[in-house]
């Protein structure tokens, strides 16, 4: 019988698979079938009524927690986006790293290695930013920015090879929703208080 950390560890990877290719439509985070019933605050609403907002119904699906709704002010909601953000990234990143495991063409090998790359960048900016919304609130908002072309060419390697995984662009879009959702969080931060250099 397989250690238990063994039988963990192919649990989350199915569930990851799974939520990416089942849940087209939904968010890779936590608690994925989350409900619309769930009031949003007024924090949300703002949020993804955004001009960076690039998909409004993920926006709020995706931030209808207790724990989201709960949050008291642009700091702490950029905070959760933040953990929502890494998290998605490390549940895309375990899919990455299952498909590479599969016996494939060098090309697409190439292709998913640069996209492993893109997505360990993200989860380290996501994770960096949080701890930066406070004090320097324009460098979180460029650090978030910057995540989206580090996406886009992964896609772009991807769609060049033609590696045929749905559930692979569909974690990149939900990627690109999250970052526009940061950008938005950070670029709201960075005018309620500007850096004065």
């Known amino acids: 019988m397989a250690p238990p950390n063994q039988l963990c560890l192919v649990l989350v990877i199915f569930l990851s698979v799974f939520s990416l290719s089942y849940l087209s439509t939904s968010a890779i985070i936590p608690k994925a079938n989350v409900s619309l019933s769930i009031p949003s605050s007024q924090l949300v609403e703002n949020l993804c009524n955004g001009k960076a907002i690039q998909d409004r119904r993920f926006c709020l699906r995706a931030l209808s927690t207790p724990e989201v709704i709960a949050a008291m002010d642009k700091t702490q909601l950029g905070t959760l986006i933040m953990k929502l953000g ?43 930013v949080s701890s930066k919304l406070v004090e320097d609130s324009q460098t979180a908002n460029y650090d978030v920015a910057v995540i989206g072309p580090e ?30 959702m940061g950008y938005e969080i950070t670029s709201s931060l960075e005018l309620e208080n500007p850096n004065e250099y």
């Not at 299952?98 to 090998?109: R, Y």
């Not at 886009?152 to 559930?167: D, F, G, M, R, S």
Request: proline share 3%; net charge positive.
């Open 86 to 128: 890494a998290a998605n990234a490390k549940a895309t990143l375990n899919v990455y790293n299952e498909i590479i495991k599969k016996p494939g063409s060098l090309q697409a090998l190439e292709a998913l290695n640069c996209c492993v790359e893109a997505y360990k960048y993200a989860i380290l900016s996501f994770e960096m």
């Open 151 to 180: 996406i886009a060419n992964c896609e772009k390697e991807l769609i060049n090879v033609k590696v045929q995984a749905p559930q692979l662009l569909a974690g990149n879009r939900f990627m690109k929703y999250y970052v526009s």
